[in-house]
């Protein structure tokens, strides 16, 4: 029998504050796609990287094609016929398709004799793919074409993808699949890196569970069903989040005939928007990115401000007033955007903490902040929402985008707003951050506040809100109970179908 | 005021020989920020050159080895830089400025006991009183300008068309993939850094050297930022460098040639004229970006520290 393609054994990694892999041992067969499983920071990129030649393990042994195999830099890892595929893309925007090629190759041929064998390759795969394009131009699934393209060049034993969907459109996703699935049957192995359970169950043949760090059990996805796969992921019982009867209150929030610009120049100004809020009550807003959902809520937070009467909040009018005083008032948001909107990214998240609850939660005095207090604030956030992080001192950036989105909407629920406004609140979240996050709002809603959910995601605005509304082109529809929707009657509101509106009055 | 008083064959000659400094620290510098580092030591660099190209010619009364020394204490301030910034990880713009204000310091006390002296002449390919114009401006210059010419266009050559020009345009793009590829972001820089410094010495050890020639403290007189006002003024381009030198070294003869015809235009309005220049082109290359007619021109990562953080 030949020996399998790669076998770990026992790699350990570690860095300060954290155990980033402890003794994970897996096999990957030839020809086989083989998933990696596991929620943001379960150490999934960590143990790519090792097999890629970007970290040294501290321990463990690695053996390709029945030899040891410790590549000590990215172009050993590549000659032995490992290639990867980067979550964020490593392509440089400012060079052509064909130099991007050219400098993820050991010996590049010449640059027409490349740009013959990118188109080869692309046609033969279905990929097409223009070598003398610039980077800059080509959309996400184009660039991820190009990443592919420069790992297949190389003829590659096994093909890494660390989380090679999160960017792409369905159709995207589709297209991927198909090459994924020639590549397989041309006798590729894959290692496919992803927490979206429906993907793998989709595409992979065997997968691998971490949990912090350690390998808690491999399973043929196809035979397991995606709930067993979520609970061996988080390592609990998975709780859907539960869902109280609640009095409705007085109105809260309160927004009649909204019109206002976009700030940006490809933003979407809202038209005529109306709608209310009362205490204890979730308001669904659903619709595709891109129609007016950010403008949404700057109006609501207070980036943008809007003529007065537009916008009153127990009954003051509040529309004229900037971001800091609607914070004070009680009106919160927790924007999409989690780098540089949400959060900036290079300060850490003590610094990030006070940047948004210095007012309400008193974090300065005369003037001066308030560094003790603003501490003790930002580990309540980390301990309340199980941020996972070695301390407040460390960069946001350097936190994966589940565990700052917990931190971004903790910040702002810890403050305890009147009103909370959050846009896409697990967008890229995995499946148990994203259930925490979702009680959380409902929490908030069964406290008595009033909370306006907007999200692509019609599964979660289903799940947890009482009303929803459909966002299309700026303008925003009336309100239909969430217990009364269909998934038709959902299409036909996010199609804006504004018959429906009539219907529904 | 009198235009007969200027000789365009002398003009043009000289103004080849004022071009020449400026070429050589501009192309350097446009090495190094094409990795994505600004090293505003320019002026410092070059005043080291200048004093060490002039030290070593006059004690070894070699013009050539006078190149050498001053190439070399040019890449040994630049040295200095390079630690600082890629392995200390100093901020870029403080770190350049104080290495202008050491150079220039620095420069002054070691030349000290050399002002006044007349340094060995650099050989030309033709010289005497007698050349007609088309000798006077093609063949009646040193190696070293012919040089000077030659390695803008040989940078050209390798940024465009070798894997070295492919890999430093790359991490002046984006460092953080060109490490997740596996270059070493903080080497290559290094060796850029260490060339513009070579380069700004040399253009130091031209000032000190021919044009003037003579060592005098602080006699670079702000060369260095017209050298860097000239990269951002060619877009990046090593062949635009060539034409800009030529056109800011044109207006320094300009403003000589002036004061002795008896122009009553203030000069200062010609010394100020390359910075006026370099701001009306920083505005057009945006303006030109802004409606999609060109792409942005500086590299991307101009300025920022990488550090790999795993």
């Not at chain 1, 992979?204 to 035979?223: E, F, K, Q, S, Y």
């Not at chain 1, 199980?386 to 407040?392: G, Q, Y």
């Not at chain 2, 000289?14 to 580092?37: D, F, Q, R, Y």
Request: neutral net charge; contains cysteine.
């Amino acid at each position: 029998m030949t020996p399998p393609l790669l076998t770990l054994t026992g790699l350990t990694k570690s860095y300060p504050g954290v155990v980033a892999n402890e003794d994970v041992s897996l096999t990957i067969a030839h020809g086989e796609v083989h998933a990696l499983l596991g929620e943001n920071g379960a150490g999934k990129s960590t143990l790519v990287k090792m097999i890629y030649g970007l970290v040294t393990p501290d321990a463990g042994q690695m053996v390709l094609n029945g030899k040891a195999f410790s590549p000590d830099k990215p172009s050993a890892a590549r000659t032995a016929g490992i290639a990867m595929v980067f979550q964020h893309f490593s392509l440089f925007g400012a060079l052509s398709v064909a130099e991007n090629i050219a400098l993820g190759m050991e010996n590049p041929p010449k640059m027409r004799a490349l740009a013959q064998q990118i188109s080869k390759v692309s046609d033969q795969f279905g990929l097409p793919l223009d070598p003398s394009r610039i980077v800059g131009d080509l959309s996400a699934g184009e660039r991820q074409r190009v990443e592919i393209i420069r790992c297949l060049l190389q003829d590659p034993k096994l093909l890494i993808m660390d989380e090679p969907t999160s960017v792409l459109t369905p159709q995207e996703v589709d297209i991927l699949f198909e090459t994924l699935r020639k590549l397989r049957d041309a006798g590729t192995s894959i290692l496919y890196i992803s927490h979206k359970l429906e993907e793998i169950r989709a595409l992979c043949d065997t997968a691998t569970v971490l949990r912090r760090g350690n390998n808690v059990g491999t399973c043929v996805p196809r035979d397991t069903s995606a709930r067993d796969m979520a609970e061996l992921m988080v390592g609990t019982r998975l709780h859907d989040p539960e869902r109280r009867d609640r009095p409705k209150g007085a109105t809260v929030l309160d927004v009649k005939n909204l019109s206002a610009a976009s700030h940006s120049a490809f933003g979407t100004s809202l038209k005529d928007v109306s709608l209310s809020v009362c205490k204890g009550e979730i308001l669904g807003i659903g619709g595709v990115a891109g129609n007016g959902q950010d403008e949404l809520l700057a109006a609501l937070s207070g980036e943008i401000r809007t003529k007065r009467g537009m916008i009153s909040l127990d009954g003051r009018d509040v529309g004229h007033l900037p971001p800091t005083s609607r914070r004070a008032l009680g009106t919160l948001s927790a924007p999409e955007e989690r780098l540089g909107h949400a959060a900036a990214p290079d300060m850490s998240l003590m610094e990030n903490a006070f940047l948004s609850a210095a007012t309400r939660k008193a974090l300065t005095s005369l003037g001066f902040a308030n560094w003790g207090k603003t501490r003790g604030y930002a580990d309540e956030i980390i301990a309340r929402f199980d941020v996972r992080t070695p301390n407040n001192q460390v960069a946001a950036r350097a936190l994966s985008g589940g565990n700052l989105q917990k931190f971004v909407v903790g910040r702002e629920i810890l403050q305890d707003p009147d009103v909370l406004v959050v846009n896409q609140p697990t967008w890229g979240v995995d499946a148990s951050a994203a259930a925490a996050i979702r009680q959380a709002l409902l929490d908030m809603a069964d406290a008595g506040k009033a909370v306006v959910v907007i999200s692509q995601d019609l599964d979660e605005l289903l799940e947890i809100t009482d009303r929803f509304c459909a966002l299309n082109e700026g303008r925003l529809s009336a309100s239909v109970p969430t217990t009364e929707l269909s998934v038709e009657k959902i299409g036909l509101m996010l199609g804006g179908a504004h018959d429906l509106e009539t219907a529904n009055v | 005021m009198d235009w007969s008083a200027i000789n365009p064959a002398f003009y043009v000659a000289s103004v080849m020989v004022a071009a020449t400094p400026l070429l050589l620290a501009a192309i350097g510098e446009l090495v190094v920020e094409k990795t994505g580092v600004l090293n505003l030591g320019v002026e410092g660099m070059m005043i080291i050159g200048a004093v060490c190209g002039f030290i070593t010619a006059v004690e070894t009364g070699s013009p050539s080895l006078g190149f050498v020394g001053g190439a070399l204490g040019g890449a040994a301030l630049s040295v200095v830089f390079a630690v600082l910034t890629q392995f200390f990880l100093t901020s870029q713009v403080p770190t350049g400025l104080a290495l202008t204000l050491f150079g220039l310091g620095a420069s002054a006390m070691v030349g000290q006991s050399y002002v006044g002296i007349v340094p060995p002449k650099m050989p030309q390919l033709m010289s005497g009183a007698d050349l007609n114009a088309f000798e006077r401006i093609v063949l009646g210059h040193d190696a070293m300008l012919y040089i000077g010419l030659a390695i803008p266009v040989a940078v050209w050559a390798v940024l465009r068309f070798s894997r070295l020009g492919l890999i430093l345009r790359a991490v002046g793009e984006d460092h953080n993939a060109a490490h997740a590829l596996g270059y070493k972001v903080m080497w290559i820089r290094f060796g850029a850094i260490v060339f513009g410094g070579a380069c700004a010495g040399l253009g130091g050890a031209y000032l000190s050297l021919v044009r003037v020639p003579q060592w005098t403290e602080g006699m670079t007189t702000g060369a260095g930022w017209i050298a860097l006002a000239l990269v951002v003024f060619a877009s990046w381009r090593p062949l635009l460098i060539i034409l800009g030198a030529y056109i800011f070294g044109g207006i320094a003869i300009l403003q000589l040639n002036l004061q002795a015809a008896g122009s009553t235009i203030p000069v200062e309005y010609l010394s100020m004229s390359p910075y006026v220049i370099t701001i009306f082109v920083l505005v057009l290359l945006s303006a030109l970006h802004k409606y999609g007619i060109s792409r942005a021109q500086a590299p991307a990562m101009l300025g920022r520290s990488f550090h790999a953080s795993n």
